[in-house]
């Protein structure tokens, strides 16, 4: 038997729910559509999060990153306009 308390039933785990307060609150008025001011919200810090994910990998496995970079510009010297 293990020395942690049991969690609650509605505590997320590994399979449970593990979105912000924000996206859960966006769900349960799921029977309003979503602006599209608010999904373009979304989207942008998506795409920050992904951008800085990105260069926290770049900085951490640099010969990767290199090697990513080199395949990067061949296919951008052998893609025709």
Do not use: I, N
Not at 26 to 47: H, N, Y
Not at 54 to 78: I, S
Request: net charge positive.
């Amino acid at each position: 038997m293990s020395d942690l308390p049991d969690l609650p039933a509605d505590a997320s785990g590994p399979t449970g729910d593990t979105a912000g307060p924000a996206a859960r609150s966006a769900r349960t008025d799921s029977d309003k559509p979503e602006s599209e001011s608010e999904r373009r919200r979304r989207r942008a810090q998506f795409l920050r999060e992904l951008a800085e994910a990105r260069a926290l990998r770049a900085r951490v496995q640099p010969r990767r990153a290199k090697a990513a970079r080199l395949r990067h510009a061949m296919r951008m010297r052998t893609f025709r306009w």
